[in-house]
């Protein structure tokens, strides 16, 4: 199989995964559907304040990641040439 195949079939595979329903999807519907519209936006801000806040507090670790392209090696560490 040829690179662009697998890129474009892992794409669409990825695609999907994100286009499907999850638990914070049937929280907004069972809310929006029990309550009204204004609870079920309530549960939808919420859950998206949660996200950020998720974001927020993994993006200064991301940094620190030796697979990180913008994080080489920390010197002295097991991995570095200097040992």
Request: proline share 11%; aromatic share 8%; charged share 5%.
């Amino acid at each position: 199989m040829s690179s662009l195949t697998v890129s474009l079939a892992f794409g669409g595979v990825v695609l999907l995964g994100a286009m499907s329903p999850g638990p914070d999807f049937a929280v907004v519907v069972r809310r929006s559907a029990g309550s009204g519209r204004g609870p079920g936006m309530a549960a939808a801000l919420g859950i998206a304040v949660g996200v950020f806040a998720w974001v927020v507090a993994a993006a200064p670790t991301r940094s620190r990641c030796p697979s990180s392209p913008s994080a080489g090696p920390p010197s002295g560490s097991w991995w570095s040439p200097t040992w």
